[in-house]
């Protein structure tokens, strides 16, 4: 075959590509003039799309979160969560939010007002004693530090102390012979249960964790004297319950009586449900492990999820780590599912 190549003293018109010239290819000068511009092109193309897909993914990471709704009330109870009863004095009136019955107003002549204690006839109506509110007079009001919590009937703490008081909060005589007042003066109480028809006047100091067993609630109503008080929901636990909220302030106080709400749902362990919020706060008791999934999946299979782990599409949630879903599941809008074993 004859050499087509020129010669070394010959016009060029050809391009030979290759590491040496017996391992070379001999194109058109033009043909390669036109391959190298386009090669050109489409590595600037490419990159100016990668540059723009990096800066545009940044962007919507680093972007905050649009605010959470207003959480809505509970409309079979509008007090839920409202600390009936607390105020700042005996005579203080009440730090209510919902519309509740006026003192004394079960009571419409003099002598029914006068058939129970704590009550007194001013004029045309009857009034409760200080420090009693209600109805019938019967609840007696409380320090704002505490909150109502409710009626346990079971619950597993550890008791501080057991002391005689003659009053929850306030009383005619002194407060340092009140309940709230000597579970303010141990560091290392966090409530109290106070119970003067059952147990004669005795106040149980507690500390450390408050653990309701699994299986039972506390019970609460606006209209009845709750017997267990605390500073603060933060040493209330429930065995074998899950509580799950788009942000902190989205856990009502009285987290345990609230199934769902926006932002906000209440699990039993192996119950798999659809969520329409990204879960940033829990509030667990014990050694549960949570999977969450951007698909639907069963109980059948939550052993190869577990066992398959953190991927792009299923997050587990350990035990005794804080819950740390993808940023980017913020902004896709669609549902989450969870379950907890």
Known sequence: MADVRPGPNESKPYVAIGPSKDLSITVHKNTFDSLFIAFTILIGVSLFIIVGLIVFFAYERAKLPPPPPPLKSNPNNPTLHANVGAAVSATAPLRKRASLPEDGSAFRTEQECYSVSNTTWIEDHCECKAPFFGPTCVQEKHDPKYFAVGTP?????????????????????STQETCSFQCNQNPKCVGFLYNPQKDSGICTLLTGDVIVPSGLSIPYSYDQESTLYMQSSNNLHFEDRIFLGGFKGAIPPRFWLVKEQNQYIQLVPYEIAALKFVPTFTKIYGFLTGIYCRHAFTA?????????GDTSECYIHRPDHNINLPPDWQYHNQQLYVVYV
Request: cysteine-free; glycine content about 4%.
């Open 153 to 173: 009937e079971t619950i597993n703490a550890t008791i501080l102390q057991e002391k005689f008081a003659i009053g929850k909060s306030f009383t005619s005589h």
């Open 300 to 308: 059948d299979d939550i052993d190869i999820l577990l066992e398959r």
